[in-house]
């Protein structure tokens, strides 16, 4: 098979490292790529929303599938551009349709769906310009911490919780009424906060039938003990060691089952993967939010746990399947630790040397933003590399990806050396 991977990070490159490993692939193509896509498959230079690019390279290359990685393309309709095209129809794309992308791509729209199914989140109130007032006395009703989010996508900066109720009613006011995130903060939902530690689950369906991926935990904050601001992640592990065969369990009744049971009577056929953001407040499991992909870096993490053929998998997908497949997953704990360029999450250079990947063993090298020129690899984004290991255990694991990061230099490079500490 032909197959083409839209995206260009950390998430891509593992997918393509992957696919690579499997006998039923033929020609690999990734859009945009980067220097670690770039070693393996073929990259080519197309933005992940230009639809019409993409199109002509499916047609010019013959490719059988399309996976794809973030989610913007999917929140603007990639798979049912693909339907609509008489030529490309036959072409399996893994991911959702539009409709239901808006689970990740409207907040409003993903607590709705939690509400009309029963699935356990926190309890929420949405707002407009119209009802901003009612806004700021649903405010004064709760207690601290509050919770707001611009419903829309925002690169992740649209979530603030804040501690102080004038603080809380200012930012309400700058995303409804001085559009602080633009259109995506036209709606507001403010919600219950719930206390509990984070986990990532990750489920790929083909509509009916679905596989519950192993759990991974990623850590968001830049900064060490999870302070400082938010990032895309800046490490993560697999399996998740507080997560037991009971709370297991209830994730897959209480969320799991009527998430696809939804999707299911709501008209919302699905074919992808579905990452579920859960927070476990006491022994209990909540959904703090939907995403419609795999997350990342809980890919680097999760993929390579996968012990099946990722073509055979996503052929199922495609083809209604996937009950005739058995999951294997690796016993071991993945880790995965990523570089950063000094300044991420704010500003930060492009396009420094990155020297010693050549000299990493026993460690995966997964680029995120990386960039191929003139024979050197450069830096290309905020999140850089990805280092993966296996070990016994999440210390085990660990060890190694920090043994090999001291092999890796570049300018102003930064990474958390304290992941674990909170299991
Ligand atoms: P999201 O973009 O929805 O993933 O939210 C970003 C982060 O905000 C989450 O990873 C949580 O750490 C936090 N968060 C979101 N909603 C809540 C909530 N209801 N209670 C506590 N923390 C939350
Ligand atoms: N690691 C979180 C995400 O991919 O959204």
Known sequence: MNILIIGGGGREHTLAWKLKQSPKLNKLFVAPGNAGTDAIA???????????????????????????????????????????????????????????????????YAKKFMMRHKIPTASYKSFTSDNFKEGLLFLESLKPPYVLKADGLAAGKGVLILHDLEEAKNELRDMLISAKFGAASSVVVIEEFLSGIELSCFVLTDGENYKILPMAKDYKRIGEGDTGLNT????????????????????????????????????????GFIFIGLIKVGEDPFVIEYNVRLGDPETEVVIPRIKNDLVELFNAVANGKLNSIELEIDERTATTVMLVSGGYPQAYKKGIEIRGIDQV????????????????????????????????????????????????????????????FDL
């Open 232 to 271: 895309g992640g800046m490490g993560a592990i697999s399996p998740v060691p507080f997560v037991s065969q009971e709370f297991l369990e209830k994730v897959h009744k209480r969320i799991i089952k009527p998430t696809i049971k939804g999707l299911h009577s709501d008209d919302l056929p699905y074919k």
């Open 361 to 420: 063993d026993e460690s995966i090298v997964f680029h995120a933003g990386t960039q191929l020129k003139d024979q050197k690899i450069l830096t290309n984004g905020g999140r850089v590399i990805a280092i993966t290991s296996f070990g016994r255990d999440f210390r085990e694991g660990l060890r190694k990806s920090y043994q090999n990061i001291d092999k890796i230099h570049f300018d102003n490079m930064y990474y958390r050396k304290d992941l674990g």
């Open 42 to 108: 073929s990259n080519v230079p197309i933005n992940v929303n230009d639809f019409e690019a993409i199109k002509s390279l499916v047609q010019k290359e013959g490719i059988d599938m399309v996976i794809v990685g973030p989610e913007d393309p999917l929140v603007n309709g990639i798979h049912d551009f693909f339907l609509q095209e008489a030529s490309l129809k036959h072409i399996s794309v893994i991911g959702p349709r539009k409709m239901a992308a808006t689970l990740e791509g409207s907040k409003e």
